[in-house]
T-cell receptor, first 117, second 114 residues
């Protein structure tokens, strides 16, 4: 059973298009995240949702919009794609950070490699 | 603000040799510290984590790391490298509050020579 899954695994598209990446976790976690890994392998957080509520919103262009229909899903929609959006996007989840016994360990999906031409 | 510095973007060792990957952190509050491994074209897998219990942390595949507050370090070691250890390794820090966002280092690629 896949704990954190993402679709699609690869996404190739033209500049200016709008695309979505989907993420689902079956771990029963309350918090989900989106990270971006650039061509130099640098990982940076973009967003985090806790129980469908946005709790982290880093400096990300407005063209990126996360949506969480329920606590098991966190999708990422990107409008007007640009060349610089090419990267690998990782979804992750963790148990509710508010519980004292939790350590915020995050479990990552396999990634979605986005290529903008 | 929190940050992580990984010294050496590439580390090359011979099979059977000691692996040492360096990580230094900066945090204004007691941190949680993590090591993740990324195999080619895969996601990140947790190797081990420090959460303020024992300072010497053991993880999967015989990896371990020691939290040294005085040196603000959390170096990753393995006594004997295997070819299968070749991968990208990331050190990360997070705060013990409601955000839990991970701040990653720039990664170290481990190369294992036969």
């Amino acid at each position: 059973d896949t704990a954190v899954s993402q679709t699609p695994k690869y996404l190739v598209t033209q500049m200016g298009n709008d695309k979505s990446i989907k993420c689902e976790q079956n771990l029963g976690h309350d918090t989900m995240y989106w990270y971006k890994q650039d061509s130099k392998k640098f990982l940076k957080i973009m967003f985090s949702y806790n129980n469908k509520e946005l709790i982290i919103n880093e400096t990300v262009p407005n063209r990126f919009s996360p949506k969480s229909p329920d606590k098991a899903h966190l999708n990422l929609h990107i409008n007007s794609l640009e060349l610089g959006d090419s990267a690998v996007y990782f979804c992750a989840s963790s148990q509710d950070a508010g519980l004292a016994q939790q350590t915020g360990t995050q479990y990552f999906g396999p990634g979605t490699r986005l290529t903008v031409l | 603000a929190q940050s992580v510095t990984q010294l050496g973007s590439h580390v090359s060792v011979s099979e059977g040799a000691l692996v040492l990957l360096r990580c230094n952190y900066s945090s204004s509050v007691p941190p949680y510290l993590f090591w993740y491994v990324q195999y080619p074209n895969q996601g990140l897998q947790l190797l081990l984590k420090y959460t303020s219990a024992a300072t010497l942390v053991k993880g999967i595949n015989d990896f371990e790391a020691e939290f040294k507050k005085s040196e603000t370090s959390f170096h990753l070691t393995k006594p004997s490298a295997h070819m299968s250890d070749a991968a990208e390794y990331f050190c990360a820090v997070s705060r013990r509050d409601s955000s839990y966002k991970l701040i990653f280092g720039s990664g170290t690629r481990l190369l294992v020579r036969p």
